[in-house]
């Protein structure tokens, strides 16, 4: 069994991450087996990051077969782009998880990305759930912009205030969260107060119904 050099051109093979990967095309003989096919393999390997070369490297004889390339070039550029390592490391590298069949490597690669991919999921669920949140928000503004009415967030409910008095605007605008327990307190005990009145409350969902 041996190599059967085509003297064919270097190609670009993969590109993924920000890394592209050029290598040579040859075929592998398998002199020892009748009934085995010959198989495609790759006898150099050239990897750039953003046009600029980071490895390069003649195989010879410790070619890639293009199966193993196919099942484990994704993980091992993505494993590049995240730890960015040295041009030993990486050359290491190519010869145990490339030249060589390592399940290990795919595996634990492929667990690390699972993990980053459900992170960015729950990262953008959040933001979605944020912008909703805030979408939300605008339209209460909007009808108490309409209606004449204070707009008064605590914690997670809304509360919608009439002010009889405008002088106590600021005070409860600019009231935290335990001083305005205080007030919401004392406009629930004394709703025919002179100063302000709590017309709506409830969680945003509750209060963008109402207002609808």
């Known amino acids: 069994m041996?190599?059967?050099?085509?003297?064919?051109?270097?190609?670009q093979l993969y590109s993924a991450y920000g890394l592209t990967v050029y290598g040579r095309q040859d075929r592998y003989e398998w002199t020892?087996?009748?009934?085995?096919?010959?198989?495609?393999?790759?006898?150099?390997?050239?990897?750039?990051?953003?046009?600029?070369?980071?490895?390069?490297?003649?195989?010879g004889n410790r070619c890639i077969f293009e199966e193993n390339f196919n099942r484990t070039i994704d993980n091992f550029l993505w494993w590049?782009?995240?730890?960015?390592?040295?041009?030993?490391?990486?050359?290491?590298?190519?010869?145990?998880?490339?030249?060589e069949t390592n399940s290990l490597f795919n595996h634990l690669i492929g667990n690390r990305k699972r993990k980053e991919q459900a992170e960015a999921n729950e990262k953008a669920r959040v933001e979605a759930i944020r912008e909703d949140e805030q979408r939300q928000i605008n339209l209460i503004k909007?009808?108490?912009?309409?209606?004449?009415?204070?707009?008064?967030q605590y914690?997670?409910?809304?509360?919608?205030?009439?002010?009889?008095?405008?002088?106590?605007?600021?005070?409860i605008e600019n009231a935290d969260n335990k001083q305005f327990e205080g007030l919401r307190d004392f406009m629930n005990e004394h709703p025919?107060?002179?100063?302000?009145?709590?017309?709506?409350?409830?969680n945003i969902e509750d209060i963008v119904r109402q207002i609808a």
């Open 2 to 11: 041996g190599l059967l050099y085509l003297k064919n051109e270097e190609k």
């Open 142 to 152: 909007q009808y108490c912009e309409k209606k004449n009415l204070l707009f008064k």
């Open 192 to 202: 025919d107060n002179k100063d302000a009145a709590i017309v709506m409350n409830g």
């Open 155 to 171: 914690y997670e409910k809304v509360y919608l205030i009439k002010l009889h008095n405008k002088d106590v605007r600021q005070m």
């Open 80 to 99: 590049i782009d995240k730890d960015n390592p040295d041009t030993y490391d990486i050359d290491n590298a190519v010869i145990k998880d490339l030249c």
């Open 32 to 59: 020892i087996y009748n009934n085995k096919p010959d198989e495609n393999v790759y006898t150099s390997l050239r990897i750039e990051r953003n046009g600029e070369e980071i490895y390069s490297r003649n195989l």
